[in-house]
């Protein structure tokens, strides 16, 4: 099966349901997180308007810090603390962080000068734990509605359970 991309023209609502119905399909029978997180990260980059940088940071226990995962933009920051900018804090918190001008951000780590909005989304293992941060940068001002937001996390429901499959 081959992935074809399809207009997302209706509502908020409607196009974040086909965005995750087609998440699904991508990540139907593959187990490579590294494949899922790199198919997210573009279908993402395909589907939402006015964003320069989408992709992830993954918890390395080893090291205690977030390290750059699969994405689609200018290169990045390859390791971030806890705590620090808008990715660590999302990790610390163990919650989504959305800031509508990063520049008022205090710590904001500045991988592309021309980001102006971020949300943080953080997946979660089946132990609830933060596995990774999912990452999207805009150079719009106030980019990510709250609705946005929301719909955002059921995506990443969907990784989750591409990264974790439920047990048969």
């Not at 087609?22 to 899922?36: I, M, R, Y």
């Not at 990790?91 to 509508?100: A, G, I, S």
């Not at 937001?149 to 990443?156: C, I, T």
Request: charged fraction near 20%; proline fraction near 6%.
């Amino acid at each position: 099966m081959s992935f074809q991309p399809v207009s997302y023209d209706s509502s908020l609502e409607k196009s974040y349901h086909t965005l995750c119905q087609q998440g699904k399909a991508l990540f139907l029978d593959e187990n490579s997180q590294t494949a899922n997180l790199a198919n997210a990260s573009a279908l993402l980059n395909q589907f939402l308007s006015n964003v320069n940088w989408v992709g992830f940071y993954i918890w390395d226990d080893t090291e205690n810090e977030l390290v750059l995962g699969p994405f689609q933009g200018l290169p990045a920051c390859n390791r971030i603390t806890p705590g620090k900018g808008v990715c660590g804090t999302a990790y610390e918190k163990k919650q989504t962080v959305r800031v509508e001008d990063v520049h008022a951000f205090p710590g904001h780590i500045a991988c592309d000068a021309a980001s102006q909005s971020e949300i943080v989304v953080p997946l979660f293992t089946p132990e609830g734990d933060v596995y990774g941060v999912l990452d999207i940068d805009s150079p719009v001002l106030n980019r990510f509605s709250e609705q946005e937001e929301s719909f955002l996390r059921q995506f990443a429901d969907e990784i989750e359970n591409a990264l974790f499959p439920p047990e048969n």
